[in-house]
């Protein structure tokens, strides 16, 4: 009964793949968010959906798609991966996209060699 | 400037006594949520405890509490009778409505490692 699941939890590839990182929610919430932790630890938003609409694209290289099928799933599609990509990412949720607080997934420990 | 400055990059703290965190924020929007995540070694992100820009009284949960001085832009977590389990990075971070622009984004401060000592 995990309120907000992502797989994997760790993702280990090559340099020029492409990945696929899947989030789920089972909160009935209406907004989700990927976020990105550096080595140092900082969080930075990568982009919000509310009701399968993005909201935010923060700046983003454009190799980096979210896709939101369902307001319940917001899945992250990164292509040509380059080693500064390595990071973790969280994906979160909330019920709307002004107010509420964040609930964070796991996280996905992504590591490009 | 930084919006969110966390200015411990580490404290310890004796098991059973309390702590203070620091965060100190920068905003001219009238509306704006601060909120705490502890992260433990594991990884994941705990939402502990959340003070809106409107709210009269500190917000407490449980052992946290927000020491929320608004004229100084300060939000300050308080863990009262630390225990072991409480050693991890605790973030401040910060929502501005924005005029509903902002569209829900959090901006997280550098973070703090929490060490309780037995």
């Known amino acids: 009964d995990t309120a907000v699941s992502q797989t994997p939890k760790y993702l280990v590839t090559q340099m ?17 968010y990927w976020y990105k932790q550096d080595s140092k630890k900082f969080l930075k938003i990568m982009f919000s959906y509310n009701n399968k609409e993005l909201i935010i694209n923060e700046t983003v290289p454009n190799r980096f798609s979210p896709k939101s099928p369902d307001k319940a799933h917001l899945n ?11 990071a973790v990412y969280f994906c979160a949720s909330s019920w709307t996209i002004s107010t509420d607080t964040q609930y964070f997934g796991p996280g996905t420990r992504l590591t490009v060699l | 400037a930084q919006k969110i ?31 705490w995540y502890k992260q433990p070694s594991s990884g994941e992100m705990i939402f502990l ?4 820009s409107y709210d ?19 939000a300050n977590l ?6 072991l389990g409480d050693s991890a ?3 401040c971070a910060m929502r501005e409505n924005a ?20």
Do not use: W
Request: charged content about 15%; proline content about 3%.
């Open chain 2, 78 to 83: 308080v863990i009262s009778a630390s225990q």
């Open chain 1, 16 to 32: 020029g793949n492409d990945k696929s990182i899947k989030c789920e929610q089972n909160l009935g919430h209406d907004t989700m």
């Open chain 1, 76 to 86: 992250l599609h990164i292509n040509s991966l380059e080693l500064g990509d390595s």
């Open chain 2, 89 to 91: 990075m605790y973030f």
């Open chain 2, 56 to 74: 009269q009284q500190n917000a407490t949960e449980g052992r946290y509490s927000l020491n929320f001085q608004k004229a100084r832009k300060s």
């Open chain 2, 5 to 35: 400055t966390q200015t411990q990059p580490g404290m310890f703290v004796q098991e059973k006594e309390a702590v203070t965190l620091d965060c100190t924020y920068d905003t001219s929007d009238p509306s704006y949520g601060l909120f």
């Open chain 2, 99 to 118: 005029g509903g622009t902002s569209y829900g984004k959090l901006t997280f401060g550098q973070g703090t490692i929490l060490t309780v000592h037995p």
């Open chain 2, 49 to 52: 405890i959340y003070q809106g």
